[in-house]
């Protein structure tokens, strides 16, 4: 409540509403995922109905409406990173894992989502993991990164 409180401080009295964003992404920091009891909760404390967050919540690939991994990888499959392979790298994870995208692991690891590009179409293929992007991927890269998941060793926010 201290930091739903920071935040809510930034923006007038009468455009709590401007908050909704930054404040879901605190709602899932705190419980990993929104659903919808969170999103209830977020709009009660906002002074919002429910459809107004279902709506924002739902539009933006970055909060997460279903149970998640303990790891999202967000692998771009826009247009840059499409012609530097990402279809390659996406069916490489997807072999890897055993899962399809939109699923996660029987052992509640990796969850794997395609994204819309994020923005760093200079350094693909890249995915967001996290509060980090991992750019240049290639397969193999693609593997010490898991394995270095795995065994706890990178970072990820
Ligand atoms: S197309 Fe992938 S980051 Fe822009």
């Given at each position: ?32 995922w929104?659903?919808?009891?969170t ?19 739902s ?60 923005g ?28 270095e ?5 990178l970072?990820?926010?």
């Amino acid at each position: 409540m201290a930091r739903f409180r920071e935040i809510i401080a930034r923006y007038p009295e009468d455009k709590k509403k401007s908050a909704l964003i930054p404040v879901l992404h605190l709602a899932q920091e705190e419980w990993h995922w929104l659903d919808v009891p969170t999103m209830d909760y977020v709009a009660s404390l906002l002074g919002l109905s429910p459809i107004e967050v279902y709506e924002v919540a739902s539009f933006y690939t970055m909060f997460h409406l279903k149970p998640i991994g303990k790891y999202v990888l967000e692998i771009c499959h826009t247009g840059p990173c499409m012609l530097r392979g990402s279809d390659q790298l996406m069916d490489h994870v997807k072999n890897r894992l055993g899962i399809e995208a939109g699923q996660t692991t029987a052992d509640g690891m990796f969850t794997l989502k395609p994204a819309e590009c994020l923005g760093a179409c200079g350094y693909a293929p890249m995915m967001q993991l996290g509060k980090f992007y991992q750019e240049n991927l290639t397969p193999e890269k693609m593997d010490r990164i898991l394995d270095e998941l795995r065994a706890g060793t990178l970072q990820t926010a």
